[in-house]
């Protein structure tokens, strides 16, 4: 069970500086949390912010009002969206919160994250990208090493990539199916890639940057895929043809899995049987 009253130091905190990463590590690093789910709630009244409130948005699933010195701040999230998805908006707007860096772009002085900005990833930036995405990924990036700290997520990345390991991930840290895949899959030692659809079309694709580009884009319709097994949705690891889902197919055979959610959503796991190649000729 979670503390029910955190204390933090955050003059240690702010010796990070503005990298999310170090700030999350230093909040760890008092914590001494040996497994999830981190109170996050706790750990952001710990750190000055004053009050959070669930309320109806239209556009929004957080937002942070803080005065220029960042001295005490109050966060803002979208009650219609599921308790996991409001755990990660307030550390979101925790990480907008702590690092110094960061400052509002809406003219009320806010900062105002949308769905969209939530979805971005956490991973690296191209280098001409705009101030406000650099701000919205590094809070990113600060929320998922604070929810789901490489060392919370390791226990996890045995064996092939599974999406078993990522239902079992969630569970433990309480933290949404999709934000746990994502993290599974940047941090597996086998590479894999996601693709996140609704009623068939692609939402997004992640991938491991070893993993080879995959074919489809957002918008484009998938072929069938895998059925549903038992009651948690998922499917076996089926054999698929590289060519239906790879840009460029190698001689690795490809498994594919799939995790049916409700409203139509789908997110199917790809990577490659590397016991299952051809390698008759080497």
């Keep these: 069970m979670p503390p029910d009253v955190v204390k933090l130091d955050r003059m240690a905190i702010e010796e990070a500086g503005p990298d999310p990463e170090r700030i999350a590590a230093s909040i760890h690093t008092q914590l001494a949390l040996l497994s999830g789910p981190v109170p996050i709630h706790q750990v952001a009244e710990a750190l000055d912010i004053v009050e959070i409130r669930q309320v109806p948005l239209k556009g929004l699933e957080g937002a942070l009002v803080s005065t220029p010195e960042r001295d005490i701040g109050s966060i803002v999230v979208n009650s219609a969206s599921s308790a996991q998805r409001q755990r990660f908006s307030v550390a979101h707007e925790l990480g907008h919160f702590l690092n110094p860096w960061h400052k509002p772009l809406e003219p009320s002085g806010w900062f105002a994250c949308r769905p969209e900005d ?38 996890f990345l045995r064996g092939i990539p599974d999406l078993t390991s990522v239902l079992r991930l969630s569970k433990t840290l309480d933290l949404s199916r999709e934000a746990s895949a994502r993290r599974y899959v940047e941090l597996h030692d086998q590479p894999a890639a996601l693709v996140f659809s609704v009623d068939g ?52 055979a490809l498994i594919v899995q799939t995790l049916s959610q409700s409203r139509g959503h789908a997110t199917t796991l790809l990577a490659l049987d590397l016991a299952g190649s051809d390698d008759d000729d080497i």
């Design 118 to 155: 939530l979805r971005k990833s956490w991973g690296k930036l191209p280098p001409e990208a705009s101030h406000h995405l650099i701000q919205e990924t590094e809070a990113n990036r600060f929320a998922i090493e604070f929810l789901a700290p490489q060392k919370f997520v390791r226990p």
């Design 201 to 252: 079309v692609v939402r997004y694709v992640q991938r491991h940057p070893d993993f080879p580009s995959v074919l489809y884009q957002p918008g484009q319709r998938l072929s069938e895929l895998p059925s549903p097994v038992d009651k948690s949705r998922l499917s076996a690891h089926e054999e698929a043809d590289p060519r239906d889902w790879l840009v460029r197919p190698g001689r690795d």
